[in-house]
């Protein structure tokens, strides 16, 4: 299993980025990918969870400005970003994992990780 993100970078308040995390060795039936992203002295925080079914869960600190969505055929999920704040600043990473749906941003039930990408939002 192995997952890599990408898509990171330098923008400014206010703007949009979209992360992707393509994904090999599994189905996304298997395992659920999730999104999260440690800033430096914070603790791991997840953003965002999809799997194989329709639905698609976010943290409330990023609800109505982040989407995360699939493309089966790519293996690949993205994390659509929009109307980005400073506070943002972070390295996101995205993750595969069968959590339980009560916890599913608990960073502890993924088994397997991409290696981050830095996003650095600009005031």
């Known amino acids: 299993v192995q997952l890599q993100a990408s898509g990171g970078g330098l923008v400014q308040a206010g703007g949009s980025l979209r992360l992707s995390c393509a994904y090999s060795g599994f189905r996304l039936g298997d395992y659920g990918i999730g999104w999260f992203r440690q800033a430096p002295g914070r603790e791991r925080e997840g953003l965002s969870y999809i799997r194989s079914g329709l639905n698609s869960y976010y943290a409330d600190s990023v609800k109505g400005r982040f989407t995360i969505s699939r493309d089966n055929a790519k293996n690949t999920v993205y994390l659509q970003m929009s109307s980005l704040k400073p506070e943002d600043t972070a390295v996101y990473y995205c993750?595969?994992?069968?959590?339980?749906?009560?916890?599913?941003?608990?960073?502890?039930?993924?088994?397997?990780w991409g290696q981050g990408t830095l996003v650095t939002v600009s005031s």
């Open positions: 993750a595969a994992g069968r959590p339980i749906m009560s916890a599913r941003f608990t960073s502890s039930l993924y088994h397997y």
